[in-house]
C-alpha cells in the first residue's frame, strides 16, 4: 500500500509539472502573440536573371559552368558568328553603294543646273531678237503700205513695190523663225529644270538609302555583339546544360543567373494577422537551415493582392457552392545591414524561414 501512495504522489507531481509547463508556456504564447506576428510560410528569395539569347544560331565555346560565379560583363558562350559575319560584310557593301549613288545623283545635278542656265540665257536671247525682228517687221510693212499706195498712183516702179514686199516677207519668215527658236529654248529650259528637280528627288532619295544602309549595317554589328552573350549582373549560375554545337533560338531560357547581393524574404501571413502589421516594423528571421543565428529584418512593402489573386487559375467565388478559406498576403521583409555578411553569403534563394513580426 506505501509503494502504491509513492506511485500515485509521483505520479500527481509529474502531472502537475506538465501542467505547470503548459501553462507557463501558453502564458508566455499569450503574452508574446500581443506583441508579435509569426509565421512559417516565408522564404528567402532573390533576382533569378535568366540568360536569353538575341540571335539563333550554334553554340560555338561555353565558358562556364555549374553554380560559378561569374562578374558583369563575362563571357558565358559565344554563337558561331560566321553567318553573321557574312551579313555585316554585305551591310558594309550596301553602305558603300548608296554613298556612291548619292555622288553619282549629286553630280547630276550639276550636269543638268547648267543646261538650264544655258536654256535660260538662250531663251533670253531669243526673246531679245524676237523683239528687234518684231520692230524690223514693224517698218518693213510700214515701208510696204507706203510704196503700195506709191505703186498704185504709178509713183514707183514695180521693181521698188516688189523689193518692199519682199522685205515685209523676209521680217516676217525671221520673226517666226526666232518665235520657233524661243519655244524650243523655253522647252529645252523647262526640260533642264524639270531634270534638276528630278536629280535633286534622286538626291534624296539616295540619301534616304545611305540612312537605311547605315541602319542595316548597325543592325549587322548589333547581331554580332548578340553572338558573344556575356553576364548582365554579378551573380552565381544556375546549373549549365548547354554544349557547344547546340541550336539556340532568341527568346530562349538557356540558364539562369542568381543575383547573391540582393536577398530579401517573402513571408504568406494570413490576413487575419495584418490588423497591426506596419511598413518599417523590425522582424526577426529564422533560417531553418542556420537555427543558431537569428537574423534582422524590416517590413517594406505589402502585396497589392493575395497570393490567390497572382495564381494561374484565381478561385472565383461567385461560381459554385462558396467555401470561406483564410487568404494569405505577401509581406516583402528586407534584410537589415547590421547582419553578419558571411552568414548572408550563405543564404539561398527558396530557403525556408520563421519570421517573427515586432508589432510594438
Known sequence: ???????????????????LVGVVYGGYKFIHSLSHEETDDAQVEANMNPIIPHVSGYVEKVYVSDNQKVKKGDTLLVVDNRDYNVKLQQAKANLAAAKSQVGVAKASIG?????????TSQFKSAGGSIKSAEIKLWRATQDFKRYENLFKNHSITEQQYEQASAAKQEAEQQLEILKNREKASASQRNAAISQTEISENQVSVAEANVASAE???????????????TAPIDGQLSSVDIEPGQYIQPGQSLFYLVNTKDKWVTANFKETQLEKMRIGQKVGIEVDAYPDYEFE?????????????????????ATGNFVKTVQRL????EFSKQNDKEKMQRLRSGMNVLVDVHLK
Open 215 to 229: 541602319a542595316a549595317l548597325d543592325a549587322a554589328k548589333l547581331s554580332m555583339d548578340y553572338t558573344i552573350i
Open 330 to 333: 505577401p509581406v516583402k521583409i
Open 297 to 317: 529584418g524590416e517590413i517594406t512593402a505589402f502585396s497589392p493582392a493575395t497570393g490567390a489573386r497572382f495564381s494561374l487559375l484565381p478561385p472565383d467565388n
Open 111 to 119: 550636269s543638268y543646273q547648267s543646261n538650264a542656265a544655258a536654256s
Open 1 to 19: 500500500m506505501e509503494e502504491k501512495k509513492k506511485s500515485n504522489k509521483k505520479f500527481i507531481i509529474i502531472i502537475g509539472a506538465l501542467i
